[in-house]
């Protein structure tokens, strides 16, 4: 662990604005991937994508403010990424069992 | 020197395995590609001085929310290209708007006036020290809290794929 520190203090550190631009890049990926697909399992995907774009954004702030309540706060987004996760895939296996597909059009049925 | 370009490195795998992600037909590359875009995203943690969270990324990511979309999408035989087609009209019209949504941001990046950090601060920020010390005295009630959560998601989550008889 001092290792590492040590390493990374002898390096030049790059500027924050290139975290900015790569989540940005990242979260509109993740925004294309939910509007693109139909398959409900790769929109969860996308989803969490979206997710991971906003906590490293969050983890760079903190890091080059040197603040840590960012840190603390994507830890708690992961936490409830995880939930969110288990109880999707449960929902999904669940549809999958009444209408044998994950095709978001064939769920549009469920419209009233 | 050194640093920037580990992070091009990482940066182009994480880009490049995102639009695997979102553009590959079969699922099972689908979540293999997210589970290197996850890593790489815990390699720029780790270049962000954030231990602790570059640790917990890869456990609660690789470890058990990729374990369990595998297993989803093998269990639901969904592990070859079958894709229904789809007009080819809902495809351009989703890249426009993802492309209009970058442009915006990025655009509302350059013009807004941030706060320019150099370089990061105070190493010894995301150690497993700091932050569990952070956790366990300022946010003891929200992690008290989150884990009532996880046991609310896993009932939930049992009862939800139990099959009904």
Redesign the interface.
């Known amino acids: 662990m001092q290792e590492t520190i040590q390493v990374a203090q002898n390096l030049p550190s790059t500027p924050q604005t290139w975290y900015l631009i790569l989540s940005t890049i990242l979260f509109s990926i993740g925004v294309m991937g939910v509007l693109f697909r139909r398959n409900a399992i790769i929109i969860l995907m996308c989803v969490e994508l979206m997710l991971n774009a906003v906590n490293l954004l969050l983890v760079s702030y903190s890091s080059y403010s040197g603040n840590l309540e960012g840190q603390v706060f994507v830890f708690f987004v992961m936490v409830v990424a995880a939930a969110e996760v288990a109880v999707g895939l449960a929902l999904l296996v669940s549809i999958y069992r009444n209408i044998a597909s994950t095709d978001i059009d064939v769920l549009s049925r469920m419209k009233w | 020197?050194?640093?920037?370009i580990i992070?091009y490195l990482l940066?182009a795998l994480?880009?490049f395995s995102?639009?695997v992600?979102?553009?590959s037909k079969n699922?099972i590359y689908?979540?293999l590609s997210?589970i290197v875009?996850?890593f790489s995203?815990a390699g720029?943690?780790?270049?962000?001085?954030?231990?602790?969270?570059a640790i917990?990324?890869i456990i609660?990511?690789a470890g058990?929310?990729m374990v369990?979309?595998l297993f989803?999408?093998m269990?639901?035989n969904?592990n070859k290209e079958s894709?229904?087609h789809?007009s080819n009209l809902?495809?351009v019209?989703?890249?426009v708007?993802?492309?209009l949504?970058?442009l915006t941001?990025?655009a509302s990046?350059r013009t807004s006036q941030?706060?320019?950090?150099?370089?990061?601060?105070?190493?010894?920020?995301?150690?497993v020290q700091?932050?569990g010390k952070?956790?366990f005295t300022?946010?003891l009630l929200?992690f008290e809290i989150?884990s009532i959560?996880?046991i609310?998601?896993?009932i939930?989550?049992?009862v939800?794929?139990k099959?009904e008889r």
């Open positions: 020197m050194g640093s920037e992070f940066s994480s880009i995102a639009l992600v979102v553009f699922p689908s979540v997210l875009c996850f995203i720029h943690y780790v270049m962000l001085n954030a231990q602790f969270l917990v990324h609660v990511y058990a929310i369990l979309l989803t999408v269990l639901l969904l894709e229904p789809k809902i495809k019209a989703a890249i708007t993802g492309g949504l970058m941001l990025l990046l941030l706060p320019v950090y150099v370089s990061p601060t105070d190493l010894g920020l995301g150690t700091t932050v952070s956790l300022d946010y929200p989150s959560l996880f609310s998601a896993m939930g989550a049992v939800l794929a099959k």
